[in-house]
């Protein structure tokens, strides 16, 4: 169990090492329920390896990450995802030769289905209409469903990875750099989804390099440096913390 109240997912000494070198030093922090929280640092501080240990990509040396009450060191991707842990990825992650619709459903979890099965619950004949509209109504993709994914822009792309996500049924949505390569109206357009996520009770953890959007959305900024925590807290008071001034955002 967690020490912190209100907590869904923390990170208890986590370290991971590649060869020589520890990506993650005893690192430490939390998530509050309900909250954006934004991960900052330096390339190499140790973001995406946090981000991938704790959605089972990849295993931890040393450490415990607890999410809803459960550790889930040596648990797998999948299961991972089923206790309700959901991401985006740095590099956008898509099944090109599939459909905007193919790609949502991908995301369904249908008990005792098969992968393969999922393809057979169409928009027309399946219970799962209405959520796809929803979704993508929501992320304001407008392009017909049957549009393959590598027909899509690279912004189009950016947000049907995030619909994919969402269609999950998720507890913590995890999103790494959500704004890297995208249009300045794209970038405020998702800030105003991620308002409305949050207004809407959602959990969001998310990795950014974009300091205005951070400071200007987040609730909590937790700042790591050479793979450990530097410091967290309100943004207001990360923005005024020296060592964060002088590494980070350019005093």
Same mark, same amino acid.
Do not use: W
């Given at each position: 169990?967690?020490?912190? %109240? ?9 370290? @991971? ?21 934004? *991960? ?20 931890? =040396? ?17 299961? *991972? ?22 790609? /949502?459903?991908?995301?369904? =979890? ?16 399946? %219970?799962?209409? @209405? ?16 549009? /393959? ?75 790591? =440096?050479?793979?450990?925590? /530097? ?21």
């Amino acid at each position: 169990m967690s020490n912190y %109240p209100d907590t869904i997912l923390e990170l208890k000494n986590v370290s @991971k090492y590649f060869g020589g070198v520890k990506a993650l030093d005893k690192c430490s922090f939390y998530v509050k329920k309900g909250i954006i929280t934004s *991960i900052i640092g330096p390339n190499g501080a140790g973001k995406t390896t946090a981000f991938n240990i704790i959605a089972g990509l990849m295993r931890a =040396d040393e450490g415990k990450i607890i999410f809803l009450g459960q550790d889930l060191s040596n648990k797998p991707t999948h299961i *991972i995802a089923r206790m309700g842990l959901a991401r985006t990825f740095q590099q956008v992650r898509l099944f090109n030769n599939l459909s905007i619709e193919e790609n /949502l459903l991908v995301a369904l =979890d249908l008990p005792g289905e098969r992968f393969h099965k999922c393809f057979f619950y169409t928009r027309k004949s399946g %219970p799962y209409k @209405k959520k796809v509209d929803e979704i993508l109504a929501l992320v304001g993709l407008s392009k017909p469903l049957t549009t /393959l994914a590598s027909e899509l822009s690279y912004g189009q792309k950016r947000l049907l990875e995030l619909a994919r996500a969402l269609m999950m049924d998720y507890s913590l949505l995890m999103l790494d750099e959500p704004t890297a390569g995208v249009n300045p109206a794209l970038r405020n357009k998702l800030k105003i989804l991620l308002r409305k996520l949050r207004h809407q009770g959602k959990t969001i953890l998310l990795i950014e390099h974009d300091m205005d959007f951070v400071m200007s959305l987040s609730d909590e900024v937790i700042v790591l =440096d050479a793979g450990t925590k /530097l410091i967290a807290g309100k943004p207001e008071l990360v923005r005024k913390d020296k060592k964060v001034l002088e590494a980070y955002l350019g005093k």
